[in-house]
């Protein structure tokens, strides 16, 4: 074990350039690394995996990924979700076939091993033949079963059973993360089933995407600024739109950009400058209507409104896998319109990965209004959106890069570090980088990959 770890950090330190902040390319291509990558982020990582009101009824069930390994997601007679490996202890066979559905038991195709949703077992046909001879006790031929946490009734997942809790795994940017996830007293609701596409790229060009890269904003998704679909005008000073100025908050590898409102609506209409109170009324963050706002200001604490009035927190990640994009996006009668997105992106091969796409709404919110958030969604953030179509075109040609003998020798730079500068009323909380968008929340991810690959098996 010991000379597994040595090896770990000296490939490691082959990768990743601590003192210089530089990542080298072939880290996007190496079937080793990214051996050692399902082993010690997958395996032992906080992984977001559906949303309960997915599977709102006894026997509900979906199938999700944890890394490569297939997980069926189930609502239990219990009530609770379960999260058990669909492998079967028999032969290994796949136990469920389909993606989602209901079954108060899941059987086997091959020998017809039975299991419930919580994935303890039932018994097998013929069983006194087919169980003849077998070492094991009923209780030890259940599914194996995944340690599994809700959070804003988002289902999170570990194999790391006794690894730090959900808490703990935010640290700080929890936080941040109830203004998005826990702001209601209902709480939030999937809008359909996911949208799912594999990707032929790294999992990592989207990881560490996800944490805060602003700078990209101005130039790949130059064209959805320019026809006036990512809201507010273009700085001509500065030659970029507000959306590249925020505070960028990063912990534990986590990340959220928090960005203003427009107040130029305020001026243009006379009002002056607004107190965070008006603000608020005037601009709720997107998903928000007015007839929730009176619960976001009763369930969020007096720091976490002024938060909310100053500059919401709107897009980010969650280390490893998550892209988190609650932001107002394009109509197509040119209005805008809100979109709550989440993206998982599972590895799939060194290659390739399973890009998931989540729309919610709170709920509550009247269907009409449903409606619109899912048409902002699909044609801003969905598989096909403008916005996230950029953003897939450029993550397999960095990958390509990775697959010539001389493109990996090149490096990945975050030297853009412009370290942490709170501005005086932020909270406390996590590390905050005010201003234009830079490196440092992206080589943040990257210390905590660092971090998690090296951490003692
Ligand atoms: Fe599942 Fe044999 S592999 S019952
Ligand atoms: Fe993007």
Same mark, same amino acid.
């Given at each position: 074990?010991?000379?597994?770890?040595?090896?770990?950090?000296?490939?490691?330190?082959?990768?990743?350039?601590?003192?210089?902040?530089?990542?080298?390319?072939?880290?996007?291509?190496?079937?080793?690394?990214?051996?050692?990558?399902?082993?010690?982020?997958?395996?032992?990582?906080?992984?977001?995996?559906?949303?309960?009101?997915?599977?709102?009824?006894?026997?509900?069930?979906?199938?999700?990924?944890?890394?490569?390994?297939?997980?069926?997601?189930?609502?239990?007679?219990?009530?609770?979700?379960?999260?058990?490996?669909?492998?079967?202890?028999?032969?290994?066979?796949?136990?469920?076939?389909?993606?989602?559905?209901?079954?108060?038991?899941?059987?086997?195709?091959?020998?017809?091993?039975?299991?419930?949703?919580?994935?303890?077992?039932?018994?097998?046909?013929?069983?006194?033949?087919?169980?003849?001879?077998?070492?094991?006790?009923?209780?030890?031929?259940?599914?194996?079963?995944?340690?599994?946490?809700?959070?804003?009734?988002?289902?999170?997942?570990?194999?790391?059973?006794?690894?730090?809790?959900?808490?703990?795994?935010?640290?700080?940017?929890?936080?941040?993360?109830?203004?998005?996830?826990?702001?209601?007293?209902?709480?939030?609701?999937?809008?359909?089933?996911?949208?799912?596409?594999?990707?032929?790229?790294?999992?990592?060009?989207?990881?560490?995407?996800?944490?805060?890269?602003?700078?990209?904003?101005?130039?790949?998704?130059?064209?959805?600024?320019?026809?006036?679909?990512?809201?507010? $005008?273009?700085?001509?000073?500065?030659?970029? &739109?507000? /959306?590249?100025? @925020?505070?960028?908050? !990063? #912990?534990?590898?986590?990340?959220?950009?928090?960005?203003?409102?427009?107040?130029?609506?305020?001026?243009?209409?006379?009002?002056?400058?607004?107190?965070?109170?008006?603000?608020?009324?005037?601009?709720?963050?997107?998903?928000?209507?007015?007839?929730?706002?009176?619960?976001?200001?009763?369930?969020?604490?007096?720091?976490?409104?002024?938060?909310?009035?100053?500059?919401?927190?709107?897009?980010?990640?969650?280390?490893?896998?998550?892209?988190?994009?609650?932001?107002?996006?394009?109509?197509?009668?040119?209005?805008?319109?809100?979109?709550?997105?989440?993206?998982?992106?599972?590895?799939?091969?060194?290659?390739?990965?399973?890009?998931?796409?989540?729309?919610?709404?709170?709920?509550?919110?009247? $269907?009409?209004?449903?409606?619109?958030?899912? &048409?902002? /969604?699909?044609? @801003?953030?969905?598989? !096909? #959106?403008?916005?996230?179509?950029?953003?897939?075109?450029?993550?397999?040609?960095?990958?390509?890069?990775?697959?010539?003998?001389?493109?990996?020798?090149?490096?990945?730079?975050?030297?853009?570090?412009?370290?942490?500068?709170?501005?005086?009323?932020?909270?406390?909380?996590?590390?905050?980088?005010?201003?234009?968008?830079?490196?440092?929340?992206?080589?943040?991810?990257?210390?905590?990959?660092?971090?998690?690959?090296?951490?003692?098996?």
């Amino acid at each position: 074990l010991n000379s597994r770890n040595d090896y770990v950090k000296e490939a490691m330190s082959q990768f990743i350039d601590l003192e210089n902040r530089e990542v080298s390319v072939a880290a996007l291509h190496d079937q080793e690394l990214y051996e050692l990558e399902l082993e010690r982020i997958f395996a032992k990582a906080w992984l977001m995996i559906g949303h309960e009101t997915e599977i709102p009824n006894v026997g509900d069930y979906v199938v999700r990924l944890m890394g490569e390994d297939q997980v069926i997601v189930a609502r239990a007679a219990d009530g609770q979700v379960h999260v058990s490996l669909n492998v079967c202890p028999h032969r290994a066979m796949h136990v469920c076939l389909s993606d989602s559905g209901n079954a108060r038991v899941q059987k086997c195709i091959y020998h017809g091993w039975a299991f419930r949703p919580d994935g303890s077992f039932i018994g097998a046909p013929i069983e006194r033949e087919q169980m003849h001879g077998n070492i094991r006790t009923k209780e030890q031929l259940g599914l194996k079963k995944a340690r599994v946490q809700l959070y804003g009734g988002l289902v999170f997942a570990t194999w790391n059973h006794d690894g730090p809790s959900l808490d703990e795994w935010f640290g700080d940017m929890k936080f941040y993360y109830d203004m998005l996830f826990c702001r209601t007293d209902k709480g939030l609701e999937v809008l359909g089933p996911p949208q799912r596409l594999t990707i032929d790229a790294n999992w990592k060009t989207a990881g560490e995407q996800s944490a805060c890269d602003g700078f990209h904003t101005l130039t790949l998704h130059g064209s959805v600024i320019d026809i006036g679909a990512m809201g507010g $005008e273009t700085d001509t000073e500065h030659e970029s &739109a507000p /959306a590249m100025y @925020g505070i960028n908050l !990063s #912990g534990n590898g986590h990340s959220l950009r928090c960005i203003a409102a427009d107040t130029s609506w305020a001026l243009a209409h006379g009002k002056g400058e607004l107190t965070p109170e008006e603000r608020l009324e005037a601009f709720p963050p997107p998903g928000i209507t007015p007839e929730l706002l009176p619960e976001v200001k009763r369930n969020m604490s007096a720091e976490q409104l002024h938060v909310l009035a100053k500059a919401p927190p709107v897009v980010g990640g969650m280390f490893p896998n998550m892209n988190i994009l609650f932001i107002y996006s394009p109509l197509r009668d040119g209005t805008l319109g809100s979109a709550l997105v989440l993206h998982s992106i599972m590895p799939k091969g060194p290659n390739h990965f399973e890009w998931t796409t989540y729309y919610f709404a709170e709920k509550g919110t009247p $269907e009409h209004v449903k409606v619109m958030m899912r &048409a902002a /969604a699909t044609l @801003g953030t969905g598989t !096909s #959106g403008i916005i996230e179509q950029d953003d897939s075109d450029t993550w397999p040609h960095m990958t390509e890069s990775a697959k010539g003998v001389i493109g990996r020798t090149e490096t990945m730079k975050y030297q853009a570090i412009l370290g942490e500068n709170r501005p005086a009323d932020w909270p406390d909380k996590a590390k905050v980088y005010e201003g234009f968008g830079k490196d440092d929340a992206q080589w943040e991810w990257w210390l905590a990959y660092h971090k998690l690959m090296t951490a003692e098996a």
